[in-house]
């Protein structure tokens, strides 16, 4: 027998009913209308690289189901046995969908480098059996500032009021998070982004009035020059220039040195998210893919593994499960089925009756 092979068993569920609720009201756990996101969250979210990055990992870890097993030593070695999942595994908040709470979960983990979830019941043995995600924008530690988190915290407040850390589950994320250590590759973008709107803006092609002759104009003069003509442009694509004024465009088109640029940062965004290139429709001659189940296992290994690890490994802890009992993902499932890339067996050709 293996050291860690596997059989699947279903046993009774370890806990009763929930009982009780845990205290939070006080802080305003459960009143959504005081939730929020982050400033820094929100810009992050405006630059496309960014926001695919942060979806195609959401859209992976929201789609996980979790197993449930039981490591059971037979002298020779531990045997992993499955179990039959506790409600809150199937729906951990009964409010929303396991895919909302999971991929808000990882959202966190990604831009903030840590995740909170509130327990909201537990069952008769003090286990908690439901749970409620909370924003990481409501949440103060005074004890850790960050950006660099080192345990759990013992004081956690949720919009400004202290709230029992002991019913607070605190995922820390093995990296730190992308709004720290990409400030200044996201700052870049940002900039990158903002003269894009401002050439968007343009009537006419980037260039300038150049004064051949005459009585030199000042510098408010040809501001005002300058303020005319572009003005004119807006409303009319055709101009007139006397023999003294000449426009000339750039030579460097502006539009093309800054698309440059923001592929490039593009490149950079992504290496940032841990994505591979051609995931976020980046163009490289570097690596590639061959099919979508190629595809999935990048994006597993390269981008969301370490996500994934974090929460099985928090939600496997002793204030979750029972010793010897642990959660983790069904990856396998999902990294082997193959559905997109491959043709459908039963598809049909519809006929036009003549």
């Not at 013992?154 to 850390?165: A, D, H, I, S």
């Not at 003005?231 to 023999?243: E, H, M, S, T």
Request: hydrophobic share 40%; proline share 6%; with cysteine.
């Amino acid at each position: 027998m293996g050291i860690f092979s596997r059989e699947k068993v279903l046993e009774p569920s370890f806990g009763a009913a929930p009982i009780r609720a845990a205290a939070g009201a006080s802080a305003g756990i459960g009143q959504v209308y005081s939730y929020t996101v982050g400033g820094a969250e929100l810009q992050a979210l405006t630059i496309p690289t960014i926001s695919r990055s942060r979806d195609l990992i959401a859209s992976m870890v929201g789609a996980l189901e979790f197993k449930h097993y039981q490591k059971v030593w037979d002298g020779a070695g531990y045997t992993e046995k499955y179990l039959e999942l506790e409600t809150w595994m199937d729906l951990p908040d009964p409010k929303v969908t396991r895919n909302f709470i999971l991929s808000n979960t990882f959202s966190d983990l990604f831009f903030y480098g840590r995740a909170f979830w509130y327990v909201t019941s537990r069952y008769a043995n003090g286990y908690p059996s439901s749970f409620q995600w909370l924003p990481v924008a409501n949440i103060s530690t005074p004890d850790q500032a960050g950006p660099q988190y080192f345990q759990p915290s013992n004081q956690v407040e949720f919009n400004g009021v202290q709230v029992p850390y002991e019913n607070v589950v605190q995922f820390i994320s093995p990296v730190m998070g992308l709004l720290w250590q990409g400030q200044r590759a996201i700052s870049i973008a940002l900039h990158q982004d903002a003269a894009a709107d401002r050439l968007a803006t343009l009537e006419t092609v980037p260039g300038y009035l150049q004064q051949k002759g005459g009585e030199t104009m000042d510098g408010d003069q040809l501001t005002d020059l300058a303020t005319a003509w572009a003005a004119a442009r807006k409303v009319n694509a055709i101009g007139a220039l006397n023999d003294w004024v000449e426009f000339k465009e750039f030579q460097n088109a502006p539009a093309e040195v800054l698309d440059s640029s923001r592929q490039y940062q593009s490149l950079e965004l992504s290496r940032l998210a841990n994505i591979p290139a051609y995931l976020v429709g980046i163009p490289t001659g570097g690596m590639t893919y061959q099919n979508a189940q190629q595809a999935r296992q990048d994006l597993y290994l390269f981008g969301a593994k370490l996500y994934l690890d974090c929460i099985e490994q928090t939600l496997s802890g002793p204030a979750i499960l029972p010793r010897g009992r642990y959660v983790e993902f069904n990856v396998s499932d999902y990294l082997t089925e193959n559905e997109l890339a491959a043709p459908s067996s039963q598809s049909t050709t519809n006929e036009v009756p003549a």
